[in-house]
Protein backbone atom coordinates (compact mmCIF):
# COMPACT_ATOMS: atom_id res chain seq x y z
CA UNK A 1 0.00 0.00 0.00
CA UNK A 2 1.23 3.35 -0.81
CA UNK A 3 1.31 5.88 2.10
CA UNK A 4 2.00 8.85 0.37
CA UNK A 5 -0.15 12.30 -0.29
CA UNK A 6 -0.07 14.94 -2.96
CA UNK A 7 -1.96 18.40 -2.42
CA UNK A 8 -2.29 21.22 -5.56
CA UNK A 9 -3.82 24.18 -5.33
CA UNK A 10 -5.38 26.36 -8.54
CA UNK A 11 -4.22 29.85 -9.14
CA UNK A 12 -5.86 32.03 -7.22
CA UNK A 13 -5.43 35.58 -8.81
CA UNK A 14 -2.90 38.05 -6.94
CA UNK A 15 -2.49 35.75 -4.22
CA UNK A 16 0.46 33.01 -3.83
CA UNK A 17 -0.05 30.10 -2.17
CA UNK A 18 1.79 28.80 1.13
CA UNK A 19 2.45 25.58 2.19
CA UNK A 20 2.87 23.90 5.51
CA UNK A 21 3.36 20.23 6.53
CA UNK A 22 0.60 18.82 9.25
CA UNK A 23 0.78 15.96 11.22
CA UNK A 24 2.55 14.41 7.58
CA UNK A 25 0.35 15.74 5.08
CA UNK A 26 1.72 18.49 2.45
CA UNK A 27 -1.27 21.00 2.58
CA UNK A 28 -1.72 23.82 0.33
CA UNK A 29 -3.22 26.64 1.89
CA UNK A 30 -4.42 30.07 -0.25
CA UNK A 31 -2.23 33.46 1.06
CA UNK A 32 -4.07 35.12 3.59
CA UNK A 33 -6.36 38.13 2.91
CA UNK A 34 -7.62 36.71 -0.60
CA UNK A 35 -11.19 38.28 0.43
CA UNK A 36 -12.17 42.01 0.74
CA UNK A 37 -13.00 41.14 4.63
CA UNK A 38 -12.39 43.87 6.85
CA UNK A 39 -12.43 46.44 3.60
CA UNK A 40 -15.82 46.70 2.81
CA UNK A 41 -18.43 47.48 5.46
CA UNK A 42 -22.16 46.97 5.54
CA UNK A 43 -24.49 48.13 8.43
CA UNK A 44 -27.09 44.95 9.72
CA UNK A 45 -30.13 45.28 11.42
CA UNK A 46 -29.51 44.44 15.91
CA UNK A 47 -31.73 42.25 17.38
CA UNK A 48 -32.19 45.70 19.73
CA UNK A 49 -30.99 49.34 19.80
CA UNK A 50 -29.12 48.25 23.42
CA UNK A 51 -25.65 49.77 24.26
CA UNK A 52 -24.21 46.59 22.85
CA UNK A 53 -20.59 46.58 24.87
CA UNK A 54 -19.02 43.33 23.39
CA UNK A 55 -19.44 40.75 20.49
CA UNK A 56 -17.80 37.21 20.07
CA UNK A 57 -17.44 34.56 18.11
CA UNK A 58 -17.75 30.49 18.94
CA UNK A 59 -19.21 27.08 18.47
CA UNK A 60 -20.60 28.52 14.72
CA UNK A 61 -22.63 31.77 16.65
CA UNK A 62 -21.91 35.35 16.66
CA UNK A 63 -22.73 36.79 20.22
CA UNK A 64 -22.67 39.98 21.75
CA UNK A 65 -23.39 41.48 24.80
CA UNK A 66 -25.25 44.99 26.24
CA UNK A 67 -25.30 47.52 29.14
CA UNK A 68 -29.02 48.21 28.28
CA UNK A 69 -31.73 46.55 27.97
CA UNK A 70 -34.90 44.24 29.78
CA UNK A 71 -33.91 40.75 29.82
CA UNK A 72 -32.33 41.43 26.23
CA UNK A 73 -28.87 42.55 26.80
CA UNK A 74 -27.97 39.64 24.69
CA UNK A 75 -28.16 38.65 21.14
CA UNK A 76 -26.84 35.87 19.13
CA UNK A 77 -26.47 35.09 14.77
CA UNK A 78 -25.47 32.41 13.14
CA UNK A 79 -24.28 34.60 10.06
CA UNK A 80 -23.20 38.48 11.64
CA UNK A 81 -26.40 39.69 9.83
CA UNK A 82 -29.75 38.25 11.18
CA UNK A 83 -29.94 38.37 15.23
CA UNK A 84 -31.85 37.50 17.81
CA UNK A 85 -32.78 38.74 21.26
CA UNK A 86 -32.02 36.54 23.85
CA UNK A 87 -32.31 36.60 27.84
CA UNK A 88 -29.37 37.58 30.07
CA UNK A 89 -29.47 35.58 33.06
CA UNK A 90 -29.60 39.17 35.00
CA UNK A 91 -29.70 43.32 33.22
CA UNK A 92 -26.18 43.68 34.49
CA UNK A 93 -23.72 46.11 33.10
CA UNK A 94 -22.11 43.24 30.80
CA UNK A 95 -18.42 44.55 29.17
CA UNK A 96 -17.05 41.64 27.43
CA UNK A 97 -17.34 37.87 26.50
CA UNK A 98 -15.16 35.46 25.45
CA UNK A 99 -15.97 31.79 24.09
CA UNK A 100 -13.43 29.37 25.59
CA UNK A 101 -13.70 25.02 26.44
CA UNK A 102 -17.50 25.15 24.61
CA UNK A 103 -18.61 27.63 26.88
CA UNK A 104 -19.79 31.84 26.55
CA UNK A 105 -18.47 33.92 29.27
CA UNK A 106 -19.75 37.18 29.94
CA UNK A 107 -18.41 39.79 32.55
CA UNK A 108 -20.32 42.74 34.48
CA UNK A 109 -19.36 45.88 36.06
CA UNK A 110 -22.34 45.65 38.03
CA UNK A 111 -24.86 43.25 40.57
CA UNK A 112 -24.44 41.38 43.20
CA UNK A 113 -22.41 38.01 43.77
CA UNK A 114 -23.56 37.83 39.87
CA UNK A 115 -21.44 39.65 37.47
CA UNK A 116 -20.55 36.89 35.35
CA UNK A 117 -22.78 34.78 33.14
CA UNK A 118 -22.34 31.58 31.54
CA UNK A 119 -23.66 29.71 28.25
CA UNK A 120 -23.31 26.29 26.91
CA UNK A 121 -25.21 27.71 22.85
CA UNK A 122 -25.17 31.59 23.67
CA UNK A 123 -29.02 31.09 24.22
CA UNK A 124 -29.47 30.15 27.30
CA UNK A 125 -27.89 31.94 30.19
CA UNK A 126 -26.90 31.46 33.97
CA UNK A 127 -25.43 33.58 36.59
CA UNK A 128 -22.24 33.16 38.39
CA UNK A 129 -20.78 34.65 41.20
CA UNK A 130 -18.17 36.24 40.69
CA UNK A 131 -14.75 36.29 43.01
CA UNK A 132 -15.23 40.16 43.82
CA UNK A 133 -18.03 42.83 42.83
CA UNK A 134 -15.43 44.96 40.84
CA UNK A 135 -15.80 46.79 37.57
CA UNK A 136 -15.24 43.50 35.55
CA UNK A 137 -14.47 45.12 31.86
CA UNK A 138 -13.00 42.33 29.75
CA UNK A 139 -12.53 38.64 29.79
CA UNK A 140 -10.71 36.25 27.25
CA UNK A 141 -9.99 32.74 26.94
CA UNK A 142 -6.21 30.84 26.76
CA UNK A 143 -4.36 27.90 27.87
CA UNK A 144 -7.66 26.11 29.74
CA UNK A 145 -8.40 29.58 31.42
CA UNK A 146 -10.87 31.75 31.70
CA UNK A 147 -9.04 35.54 32.64
CA UNK A 148 -11.18 38.47 33.75
CA UNK A 149 -9.73 41.82 34.45
CA UNK A 150 -11.06 44.80 36.48
CA UNK A 151 -11.11 48.77 36.84
CA UNK A 152 -11.42 49.02 40.48
CA UNK A 153 -10.71 46.90 43.29
CA UNK A 154 -7.45 46.91 45.86
CA UNK A 155 -5.15 44.10 44.80
CA UNK A 156 -7.89 42.01 43.26
CA UNK A 157 -8.13 43.19 39.90
CA UNK A 158 -7.78 39.85 38.38
CA UNK A 159 -9.72 37.00 38.16
CA UNK A 160 -9.34 33.30 36.82
CA UNK A 161 -11.60 30.59 36.49
CA UNK A 162 -10.85 26.49 34.87
CA UNK A 163 -14.75 26.10 33.82
CA UNK A 164 -16.08 29.79 33.81
CA UNK A 165 -18.11 28.80 36.57
CA UNK A 166 -16.54 28.89 39.94
CA UNK A 167 -13.89 31.96 40.00
CA UNK A 168 -10.54 33.25 42.35
CA UNK A 169 -9.46 36.18 43.11
CA UNK A 170 -5.90 37.27 41.58
CA UNK A 171 -3.43 40.12 42.34
CA UNK A 172 -2.88 42.74 39.60
CA UNK A 173 0.43 43.75 38.43
CA UNK A 174 -0.67 47.21 39.71
CA UNK A 175 -4.06 49.06 40.51
CA UNK A 176 -5.15 50.18 36.67
CA UNK A 177 -7.99 51.01 34.82
CA UNK A 178 -7.31 47.26 33.08
CA UNK A 179 -9.57 47.47 30.05
CA UNK A 180 -8.95 44.72 27.67
CA UNK A 181 -6.71 41.23 27.69
CA UNK A 182 -5.97 39.15 25.46
CA UNK A 183 -4.09 35.84 24.80
CA UNK A 184 -1.25 34.75 22.76
CA UNK A 185 1.82 32.68 22.04
CA UNK A 186 1.64 31.57 25.64
CA UNK A 187 0.91 34.97 27.51
CA UNK A 188 -1.95 36.56 29.05
CA UNK A 189 -1.79 40.66 27.93
CA UNK A 190 -3.73 43.62 29.60
CA UNK A 191 -3.75 46.82 29.09
CA UNK A 192 -5.37 50.02 30.90
CA UNK A 193 -6.38 53.40 30.54
CA UNK A 194 -4.18 54.55 33.02
CA UNK A 195 -0.76 53.66 35.12
CA UNK A 196 2.61 55.90 35.50
CA UNK A 197 4.58 53.52 32.83
CA UNK A 198 3.12 50.65 33.44
CA UNK A 199 -0.14 50.57 31.37
CA UNK A 200 0.69 46.89 30.10
CA UNK A 201 0.60 43.67 32.58
CA UNK A 202 1.30 40.33 31.44
CA UNK A 203 1.07 36.63 32.70
CA UNK A 204 2.20 33.19 31.52
CA UNK A 205 -0.39 31.71 33.71
CA UNK A 206 -3.11 34.05 34.62
CA UNK A 207 -1.98 33.96 38.25
CA UNK A 208 1.03 35.79 38.58
CA UNK A 209 1.46 39.10 36.86
CA UNK A 210 3.98 41.72 35.85
CA UNK A 211 3.95 45.16 35.22
CA UNK A 212 5.38 46.13 31.74
CA UNK A 213 6.26 50.12 30.20
CA UNK A 214 3.88 51.18 27.64
CA UNK A 215 4.83 52.82 24.27
CA UNK A 216 3.20 55.69 25.68
CA UNK A 217 1.14 56.66 28.24
CA UNK A 218 -2.33 56.62 26.02
CA UNK A 219 -5.73 55.51 27.00
CA UNK A 220 -5.34 51.57 26.10
CA UNK A 221 -8.49 50.14 25.55
CA UNK A 222 -7.95 47.61 23.40
CA UNK A 223 -5.37 44.94 22.17
CA UNK A 224 -5.09 41.52 20.43
CA UNK A 225 -3.15 38.89 18.89
CA UNK A 226 -2.26 37.36 15.65
CA UNK A 227 0.40 36.06 13.25
CA UNK A 228 2.89 36.47 16.01
CA UNK A 229 2.18 40.25 17.31
CA UNK A 230 0.36 41.75 20.19
CA UNK A 231 -1.43 44.82 18.97
CA UNK A 232 -2.81 47.81 21.18
CA UNK A 233 -5.11 50.47 20.28
CA UNK A 234 -6.33 53.77 22.32
CA UNK A 235 -8.88 56.66 22.37
CA UNK A 236 -5.84 59.29 23.15
CA UNK A 237 -2.60 60.40 21.84
CA UNK A 238 -1.19 62.08 18.79
CA UNK A 239 -0.15 59.85 15.75
CA UNK A 240 0.60 56.96 17.97
CA UNK A 241 -2.87 55.45 18.97
CA UNK A 242 -1.05 51.66 18.19
CA UNK A 243 1.54 49.95 19.80
CA UNK A 244 2.94 46.64 18.87
CA UNK A 245 4.68 44.11 20.42
CA UNK A 246 5.98 40.48 19.96
CA UNK A 247 6.81 39.45 22.89
CA UNK A 248 4.00 40.89 25.68
CA UNK A 249 7.18 42.83 27.00
CA UNK A 250 8.95 45.47 24.73
CA UNK A 251 6.34 47.96 23.22
CA UNK A 252 6.66 50.12 19.85
CA UNK A 253 4.75 53.17 19.10
CA UNK A 254 3.38 52.93 15.99
CA UNK A 255 1.40 55.46 13.67
CA UNK A 256 -2.16 55.06 13.50
CA UNK A 257 -4.33 55.93 10.38
CA UNK A 258 -6.46 58.73 12.20
CA UNK A 259 -6.72 60.06 15.60
CA UNK A 260 -9.63 58.63 16.43
CA UNK A 261 -11.30 57.38 19.21
CA UNK A 262 -9.76 53.43 18.63
CA UNK A 263 -11.71 51.70 20.92
CA UNK A 264 -11.80 47.48 19.90
CA UNK A 265 -9.49 45.40 17.37
CA UNK A 266 -9.08 42.30 16.73
CA UNK A 267 -7.38 39.55 14.05
CA UNK A 268 -8.60 37.50 11.20
CA UNK A 269 -8.03 36.81 7.60
CA UNK A 270 -4.42 37.90 7.37
CA UNK A 271 -5.64 41.17 8.42
CA UNK A 272 -5.84 43.50 12.24
CA UNK A 273 -8.90 45.56 12.30
CA UNK A 274 -9.88 48.25 14.80
CA UNK A 275 -13.11 50.03 15.56
CA UNK A 276 -13.74 53.68 16.54
CA UNK A 277 -16.64 55.00 18.35
CA UNK A 278 -15.40 58.59 16.72
CA UNK A 279 -14.77 60.31 13.30
CA UNK A 280 -16.42 61.05 10.37
CA UNK A 281 -16.88 58.27 7.51
CA UNK A 282 -13.67 56.57 8.93
CA UNK A 283 -14.22 54.73 11.82
CA UNK A 284 -12.28 51.66 10.71
CA UNK A 285 -8.61 51.10 10.08
CA UNK A 286 -6.77 47.84 8.82
CA UNK A 287 -3.36 46.77 8.57
CA UNK A 288 -2.25 43.22 7.42
CA UNK A 289 1.21 44.03 9.87
CA UNK A 290 -0.06 45.71 12.66
CA UNK A 291 2.56 48.24 11.69
CA UNK A 292 0.85 50.00 8.95
CA UNK A 293 -2.47 51.24 9.40
CA UNK A 294 -5.21 51.98 6.53
CA UNK A 295 -8.55 54.17 6.95
CA UNK A 296 -11.48 52.10 5.51
CA UNK A 297 -15.21 53.60 5.35
CA UNK A 298 -17.00 52.38 8.19
CA UNK A 299 -20.77 51.77 7.48
CA UNK A 300 -22.04 54.50 9.92
CA UNK A 301 -20.59 57.20 12.10
CA UNK A 302 -21.53 55.19 15.45
CA UNK A 303 -19.61 55.02 18.20
CA UNK A 304 -18.33 51.35 17.39
CA UNK A 305 -16.91 49.53 20.37
CA UNK A 306 -15.76 45.93 19.80
CA UNK A 307 -15.14 43.86 16.73
CA UNK A 308 -14.43 40.15 16.68
CA UNK A 309 -14.07 37.71 13.46
CA UNK A 310 -15.53 34.11 12.97
CA UNK A 311 -16.02 32.04 9.64
CA UNK A 312 -15.15 34.68 7.10
CA UNK A 313 -16.81 37.91 8.74
CA UNK A 314 -15.68 40.81 10.69
CA UNK A 315 -18.41 41.72 12.92
CA UNK A 316 -18.72 45.29 15.07
CA UNK A 317 -21.05 46.00 17.69
CA UNK A 318 -22.06 49.19 18.96
CA UNK A 319 -23.67 51.28 21.62
CA UNK A 320 -25.16 54.36 19.37
CA UNK A 321 -27.20 54.07 16.04
CA UNK A 322 -31.06 53.51 15.04
CA UNK A 323 -31.47 49.88 14.16
CA UNK A 324 -28.14 49.48 12.71
CA UNK A 325 -25.94 48.54 15.51
CA UNK A 326 -24.15 46.15 13.96
CA UNK A 327 -21.67 46.11 10.81
CA UNK A 328 -20.16 43.20 8.94
CA UNK A 329 -17.00 43.10 6.36
CA UNK A 330 -16.51 39.82 4.42
CA UNK A 331 -18.77 36.62 3.70
CA UNK A 332 -20.26 34.74 6.21
CA UNK A 333 -19.53 31.29 5.90
CA UNK A 334 -16.27 31.57 5.01
CA UNK A 335 -16.99 33.35 1.32
CA UNK A 336 -17.71 29.86 -0.32
CA UNK A 337 -17.62 30.49 -3.98
CA UNK A 338 -18.71 28.62 -7.10
CA UNK A 339 -15.23 30.41 -8.78
CA UNK A 340 -13.13 27.26 -10.69
CA UNK A 341 -10.08 29.63 -10.16
CA UNK A 342 -10.35 29.28 -6.36
CA UNK A 343 -11.15 25.67 -5.64
CA UNK A 344 -9.19 22.95 -4.18
CA UNK A 345 -7.88 19.91 -5.75
CA UNK A 346 -7.08 17.05 -3.19
CA UNK A 347 -5.38 14.18 -4.74
CA UNK A 348 -4.69 11.12 -2.50
CA UNK A 349 -2.62 7.76 -3.36
CA UNK A 350 -4.34 4.92 -2.65
CA UNK A 351 -3.87 0.75 -2.85
CA UNK A 352 -2.15 0.06 -5.95
CA UNK A 353 -4.15 -0.71 -8.45
CA UNK A 354 -5.77 -0.54 -11.98
CA UNK A 355 -9.42 0.00 -10.38
CA UNK A 356 -11.00 1.19 -7.05
CA UNK A 357 -13.39 3.83 -5.57
CA UNK A 358 -12.96 6.52 -3.32
CA UNK A 359 -14.61 5.36 -0.15
CA UNK A 360 -11.12 5.18 1.59
CA UNK A 361 -10.93 9.03 1.49
CA UNK A 362 -12.78 10.74 4.35
CA UNK A 363 -14.55 13.96 4.21
CA UNK A 364 -14.37 14.40 7.47
CA UNK A 365 -10.38 14.23 7.23
CA UNK A 366 -9.68 17.80 6.38
CA UNK A 367 -12.15 20.41 7.67
CA UNK A 368 -12.28 24.25 7.58
CA UNK A 369 -11.68 26.35 10.47
CA UNK A 370 -15.12 25.69 12.94
CA UNK A 371 -15.27 22.06 11.31
CA UNK A 372 -17.40 22.73 8.04
CA UNK A 373 -16.32 20.57 5.34
CA UNK A 374 -17.17 21.59 2.04
CA UNK A 375 -19.07 20.16 -0.91
CA UNK A 376 -16.73 17.33 -2.36
CA UNK A 377 -17.00 15.96 -5.87
CA UNK A 378 -14.44 12.78 -6.73
CA UNK A 379 -12.99 11.31 -9.41
CA UNK A 380 -10.40 8.83 -10.08
CA UNK A 381 -7.21 9.82 -12.08
CA UNK A 382 -3.79 8.17 -13.41
CA UNK A 383 -1.39 9.03 -10.82
CA UNK A 384 2.58 8.66 -11.03
CA UNK A 385 4.84 9.25 -8.00
CA UNK A 386 8.35 10.78 -8.77
CA UNK A 387 10.05 8.00 -6.70
CA UNK A 388 11.18 4.94 -7.78
CA UNK A 389 10.56 1.43 -6.45
CA UNK A 390 13.36 -1.08 -5.72
CA UNK A 391 14.09 -2.19 -8.90
CA UNK A 392 14.29 1.31 -9.75
CA UNK A 393 10.80 1.93 -11.84
CA UNK A 394 8.33 4.49 -11.21
CA UNK A 395 5.78 3.67 -8.58
CA UNK A 396 2.43 4.25 -10.27
CA UNK A 397 -1.53 3.61 -9.30
CA UNK A 398 -4.70 5.57 -9.34
CA UNK A 399 -5.52 8.53 -7.05
CA UNK A 400 -8.91 10.09 -5.95
CA UNK A 401 -9.26 13.38 -6.82
CA UNK A 402 -11.81 15.33 -4.42
CA UNK A 403 -12.55 19.03 -5.29
CA UNK A 404 -13.70 21.39 -2.47
CA UNK A 405 -15.39 25.21 -2.70
CA UNK A 406 -12.30 27.25 -1.50
CA UNK A 407 -14.13 28.93 1.60
CA UNK A 408 -12.59 32.85 1.56
CA UNK A 409 -9.13 32.73 1.12
CA UNK A 410 -8.74 30.60 4.71
CA UNK A 411 -6.12 28.12 5.47
CA UNK A 412 -7.57 24.83 5.45
CA UNK A 413 -6.53 22.61 8.85
CA UNK A 414 -6.82 19.23 9.74
CA UNK A 415 -9.90 17.83 11.35
Keep these: MLQLTRFRMKTIANAVASVMAVGGLMIAAPAAQATDAGITWTTQTSAADNDWKGVAYGNGLFVAVSTTGTGNRVMTSPDGITWTSRTSAADNL??????????????????????????????????RTSAADNLWSAVTYGNGLFVAVSQD?????????????????RTSAADNNWLAVTYGNGLFVAVATNGLGNRVMTSPNGITWTSRTDAAANSWSGVTYGNGLFVAVSNTGTDNRVMTSSNGINWTSRTSAANNGWYGVTYGDGLFVAVSYDGTGNRVMTSPDGITWTIRTSAADNNWLRVTYGNGLFVAVSRTGTGNRVMTSGTSGGGATSDPTQWITISQALPLSATG??????????????????????????WVNSALDADGNRIGGWACTRTLINKGGQNWMLG
Design 357 to 382: SCSDVQDTDYAYGTGLTGGWTRAWEP
Design 94 to 127: WQSLTFGNGLFVAVSNDGSNNRVMTSPDGITWTS
Design 153 to 169: GTGNRVMTSTDGITWTS
